[in-house]
């Protein structure tokens, strides 16, 4: 079964940056699109970007001109680098694979104050 580990999250203020991290286990990765998604509390999680096996990348409107999704496929890992971080980013940050597996991993905490 492929696993999916994110790390990278923390507390930080508003105008901030964080870079996540998730590894993938599993020989599938350098032909899988992969994804970032995220849920606040009380809220369905969203896709926040999506970067296709060859590099190609779309963002949600919320992330345009802020964040920035890449992929080493060496190391297995894609990033997610966000800055200008506002509170509404606040949110457990999840990757996966595109379309999804059927489950998630542990997710990492945003937490942005303003």
């Known amino acids: 079964q492929v696993q999916l580990v994110e790390s990278g999250g923390g507390l930080v203020q508003a105008g901030g940056s964080l870079r996540l991290s998730c590894v993938v286990s599993?020989?599938?990765?350098?032909?899988?699109?992969m994804g970032w998604y995220r849920q606040a509390p009380g809220k369905q999680r969203e896709a926040v970007a999506t970067?296709?096996?060859?590099?190609?990348?779309n963002y949600a409107d919320s992330a345009k001109g802020r964040f920035t999704i890449s992929r080493l496929n060496a190391k297995n890992t894609v990033y997610l680098q966000m800055n200008t971080l506002k509170p509404e980013d606040t949110a457990v940050y999840y990757c996966n694979a595109v379309p999804n597996l059927d489950y998630w991993g542990q997710g990492t905490q945003v937490t942005v104050s303003s």
């Open positions: 599993g020989r599938i990765f350098s032909i899988t699109a």
């Open positions: 970067i296709s096996s060859g590099g190609s990348t």
